[in-house]
């Protein structure tokens, strides 16, 4: 069975959230996303509008609270949740659905927002702005950073290595007159036994 549907549309209203620990930790986020049909009815100038009433978690919620505002067009990829609740006192039961975000993705807004809000870009805005030789030098200053949290982690002592021993001029002279009579002298038939 498969259940995955992507849309892209408006933020319908701004997003709410019950469940705020601090501004980094939202735990759910929910928000109408507006989006168009593709076709306009006969009797009506103005496109139909559906909207559909979008739910997100943890991360995916703190970064809609972060970079999202009324009339902020996303794309996001999630489930379809059928959900039923009775209030009481009636009998019959309520159903509604809901699309669980499982990702979302900040598109550029195209054309003037109504709203008048001023949004936030988006990381991925940021970075088109971007020369290549400004995101050479950001990609480059990411990898030093991290090249140096690895370094950080490791441990940096110096390597304890033994001395070189120096020898005299007359021990060096000694030597090498040492070796001298070994190359010149004649092995003996024994030595040359061994050789062969």
Not at 18 to 42: D, M, S, W
Request: proline fraction near 6%; charge should be negative; hydrophobic fraction near 35%.
């Amino acid at each position: 069975m498969i259940n995955k549907v992507v849309l892209v549309g408006r933020l319908a209203n701004v997003p709410k959230t019950n469940h705020v620990t601090n501004k980094n930790n939202v735990q759910c986020v929910t928000f109408p996303l507006a989006i168009e049909r593709g076709y306009k009815p006969r009797d009506e100038q103005a496109q139909t509008v559906d909207y559909l009433h979008c739910k997100a978690f943890n991360k995916t919620a703190a970064n809609i609270m972060q970079y999202c505002r009324k009339g902020s067009t996303v794309c996001v990829t999630g489930q379809i949740h059928s959900n039923r609740y009775q209030k009481p006192g009636e009998e019959k039961p309520q159903y509604f659905t809901e699309i669980i975000i499982e990702s979302i993705k900040f598109l550029p807004n195209f054309g003037a927002i109504k709203t008048g809000d001023i949004l936030p870009q988006t990381p991925d805005e940021v970075w088109g702005e971007l020369s290549d030789a400004e995101k050479t030098h950001t990609i480059m200053l990411a990898k030093e950073t991290m090249v140096k949290q690895i370094i950080a982690g490791q441990n940096t002592a110096p390597l304890e290595t033994e001395p070189v021993k120096v020898i005299a001029d007359d021990e060096s002279h000694q030597l090498m007159k040492t070796l001298e009579e070994i190359t010149t002298t004649e092995p003996s038939k024994e030595e040359a036994a061994v050789l062969i």
